[in-house]
């Protein structure tokens, strides 16, 4: 008897989707999004056991820097076998030819790790670039679970947590700091908060130019050194925290305003 097309047709196109699909997993690795920690040595109390054990079991990194990655893969395992790994590098310079050789190991069936400098890759880290050219490839990316300081800040402000919009760094120039303050306090008065970041030798700086052109009534919370031993949040009116400076300097701290509606 013969077959009908209506039955037949949807019946080829799902057998020809099992073939491509299976055979994409059969060629391709995976990209595997590696969180490290924010800083200290006591991994297990802020990376899952299960992400430990499937990051040595990895061969093949894509880095931001191949020093500082090799020594907490040793910290993880003082075992792993380093030599035996391969390390790509990647930062603000890489050019995309570059881009295409680190995904050379996952096209010939290798699993590789993408690791940041510090808690979560993809977010404030150049990694995206990396995980752009591997959806145009249909590369698997597998994400894992780790801390990320702008979250973690985020969720312990008190502020709101449904709309905020993460800036990264701010302007360095004093003028061009400002102006961007300026504007971002602006924009929280919708209700956004407004997260931004800044380097450990430039913290304090950044702190006492929030206090001095925000307005009194405006937010901040100030997150600093999130899940090591220091740590502190705390979030004040920028006329509470006039009354208290704290020390900033050499510490790993996240900004988050959210000006009075």
Known sequence: MP???EVFVPYAKMIFCYIWV???SMVNGRIFLIPVTLGGTDFRQVIPEQVINLTTSLRYFVVENIRSARRYLRLIDKNF???ESVFFELNEHTSDSELSSFLEPVMNGNDIGLMSEAGLPGIA???TNLLNAAHKKNIRIIPQSGPSSIILALISAGMNGQNFTFNGYLPVKEAARDAKLREIEKRSKTGESQIFMETPYRAQKMFESVISVCNAGTKLCVAADITLP???IKTKKIS???KEI???ND???IFIIQASL
């Open 3 to 5: 077959i009908r097309q």
């Open 22 to 24: 299976t055979n994409i």
């Open 81 to 83: 076998p380093i030599d």
């Open 125 to 127: 880290d150049p990694g």
């Open 230 to 232: 220091t740590e502190f």
């Open 240 to 242: 509470d925290w006039k």
């Open 246 to 248: 704290p020390l900033l």
């Open 251 to 253: 510490r790993l701290i």
